[in-house]
């Protein structure tokens, strides 16, 4: 069992950077791979990027690509995603999710636990 916890949200202008950090329990976080997902009002959720376990794969989407990093550590349990040059466009709820696979990517299905999400609200 994995508990996820995400922080790091919050109000930030177009051009902003923050940092959302996802915090999971349990000792086998390292076996597990990450990805990140966001939902805006309306919409579908979509996949936004992923990390293996080890740290050596990563997959980011195309429209973050540039701006967007994850990394993780898995001596702290965490996982985070570095956000730069936000865009009004990437505001959401942005979640946190564990795979017990070596590597997940964009399927939300393979996804094994999830967080409670955190708002992400850009302004132009």
């Known amino acids: 069992q994995v508990q996820l916890v995400e922080s790091g949200g919050g109000l930030v202008q177009a051009g902003g950077s923050l940092r959302l950090s996802c915090a999971a329990s349990?000792?086998?976080?390292?076996?597990?791979?990450m990805g990140w997902f966001r939902q805006a009002p309306g919409k579908e959720r979509e996949f936004v990027a992923a990390?293996?376990?080890?740290?050596?794969?990563?997959s980011i989407v195309n429209s973050v690509k540039g701006r967007f990093t994850i990394s993780r550590d898995n001596a702290k349990n965490t996982v985070d995603l570095q956000m730069n040059s936000l865009k009004p466009e990437d505001t959401a709820v942005y979640y946190c999710?564990?795979?017990?696979?070596?590597?997940?990517?964009?399927?939300?299905?393979?996804?094994?636990?999830w967080g409670q999400g955190t708002q992400v609200t850009v302004s132009s």
């Open positions: 999710a564990a795979s017990a696979r070596d590597y997940s990517g964009t399927d939300d299905h393979e996804y094994d636990y």
């Open positions: 349990g000792r086998t976080f390292s076996s597990y791979a």
């Open positions: 990390i293996s376990w080890s740290g050596r794969i990563r």
